[in-house]
């Protein structure tokens, strides 16, 4: 395992561990770290592994969606190229024939938080935050609004429309976390889920999971097209760029 990866791959017993590993920028997902999720579901499809589980290093599961990476894109031929990149990674997820556990260590911003309706299971921390935020900087949130209602029902409506920022107990309220436990129970609950899913039979998994998922692709095909264009465009830029700036302006405050 290459440590200094964006991404990492472990196989261990049981599960393929999938691990998001920029934490210095609260492994923000940029166009090489959508590719590499992509590849280590494939791999981990070849694998005697029963189930995978995603997670991130350091505080945060992840903060979402490179803003500097989707502010460097400048034509439609680079932007359709970064969003087809992260479309083939969620129909990976969806595709996956073995059960997908997110484990949220921390904080779960925009595609972060939206890489969680494509789980099967989310096991998060009492202390997680999440947030799906991307219309503050005019873009959409594409994995919310097009598997979000048959994965959570409304709730997404008002988390897509306010990006107001939940805690682990009200994630689980509205459906997008299945169990909230302390920080140091974390792997404990993961091994207690794949104990579980040992007792079931690996082909009924794999054709309830395709039921349940072969409906949702053409809303997201949709919606990540839009998405491109969006991308591109002199709002999103603007409204990435005043990001940016106050959050530079916010890290150069807490260090004085």
């Known amino acids: 395992m290459n440590v200094n990866k964006k991404v990492l791959y472990r196989h261990e017993g049981d599960l393929s561990w999938i691990i998001f590993n920029r934490p210095d920028k609260l492994n923000a997902i940029d166009e090489e770290s959508w590719i590499l999720l992509n590849d280590y579901i494939e791999e981990s499809q070849r694998d005697d592994s029963i189930a995978i589980a995603i997670t991130g290093t350091g505080r945060a599961f992840s903060a979402g969606d490179d803003i500097n990476s989707m502010l460097a894109l400048s034509n439609k031929m680079d932007s359709n190229r970064f969003f087809a990149n992260l479309s083939k990674a969620i129909k990976a997820m969806l595709n996956s024939r073995k059960p997908i556990i997110a484990v949220v260590n921390g904080l779960a911003y925009g595609g972060g938080c939206e ?53 682990a107990d009200d994630a689980a309220k509205m459906g997008l976390v299945d169990y909230v436990v302390p920080p140091e129970e974390l792997m404990r609950t993961v091994q207690a889920i794949v104990d579980e899913i040992r007792k079931m039979d690996p082909e009924s998994i794999t054709t309830m999971k395709r039921y349940l998922n072969e409906r949702r692709y053409e809303d997201l095909e949709r919606a990540i097209k839009e998405l491109a264009i969006m991308a591109i465009g002199e709002t999103a830029k603007a409204r990435m760029r005043k990001f940016i700036e106050e959050r530079k302006r916010d890290q150069n405050k807490n260090r004085q």
């Open 115 to 167: 890489l969680l309706l494509g789980a099967d299971v989310v096991i998060a921390s009492s202390n997680a935050k999440f947030s799906i935020p991307e219309g503050r900087i005019g873009l959409i949130p594409p994995i919310a609004i097009s598997i979000g209602y048959s994965a959570i029902g409304k709730s997404i409506i008002h988390l897509a429309i306010t990006g107001r920022e939940l805690s």
